[in-house]
């Protein structure tokens, strides 16, 4: 069993939004599996005509689990207009032109030209550059992995723990109030008229 939490950053002018939960349960996830017995589960977005169950994010985010059968190789579309990383947990897979994998090798060039490069091996995160694609080459034991994809924000990040900002100054503010036991329990959404997000 497997379970992971991804965390979507809001723009700023949804940043002071009443926090949200949405469950979903393994069987509300539709799947498609095409010829070669790729198997992919839409839990965000739409994919290959299927939608997952997941929506309401500001980002619109993709968010696939992917199985491929041992040495298996396959493109993937990606929107240009979307940044995008894989995250390999079982087995492991070889990534063409990875721009900053984290903890794995990439190779700057198509594998018409070289080599295929290193293996993400499981629990590897390999982040993409933009492109319409992305190629993977599973290894003798198959791979499954997430594929995430969403539309940049395109604004500053001031980060600490659980909170997500764009300022420091925000950032303060928020713990300020997590302190006093105030953030987030304004009455209604968006960001209160006293507060610049």
């Known amino acids: 069993m497997h379970g992971f939490q991804l965390w979507a950053n809001l723009p700023a002018s949804l940043k002071m939004t009443a926090p949200r939960y949405q469950e979903v349960k393994s069987g509300d996830i539709p799947t498609v599996t095409d010829d070669d017995g790729t198997h992919v589960r839409v839990v965000c977005g739409t994919f290959w005509g299927k939608t997952g169950p997941v929506d309401g994010i500001a980002a619109e985010p993709i968010y696939l ?3 491929l059968a041992p040495r298996v190789r396959r493109t993937l579309p990606v ?10 947990f079982a087995g492991a897979a070889s990534f063409c032109n990875a721009s900053g994998p984290l903890s794995v090798p990439t190779e700057g060039v198509g594998w018409a030209d070289a080599t295929p490069p290193s293996k993400a091996e499981n629990r590897s995160l390999v982040l993409f550059d933009r492109g319409d694609e992305i190629t993977v080459e599973a290894g003798d034991d198959g791979a499954r992995f997430l594929l995430v994809s969403g539309k940049p924000l395109e604004q500053p990040v001031a980060w600490y723990g659980p909170i ?10 928020a713990f300020a109030e997590l302190e006093k036991g105030t953030f987030l329990k304004h009455a209604g ?5 006293d507060r610049k997000a």
């Open 65 to 67: 689990d992917v199985s």
């Open 79 to 88: 929107e240009t207009t979307r940044h995008a990383f894989a995250y390999v």
């Open 189 to 193: 959404a968006g960001t209160p008229p």
């Open 164 to 173: 997500v900002m764009n300022t420091q100054e925000q950032l303060r503010q």
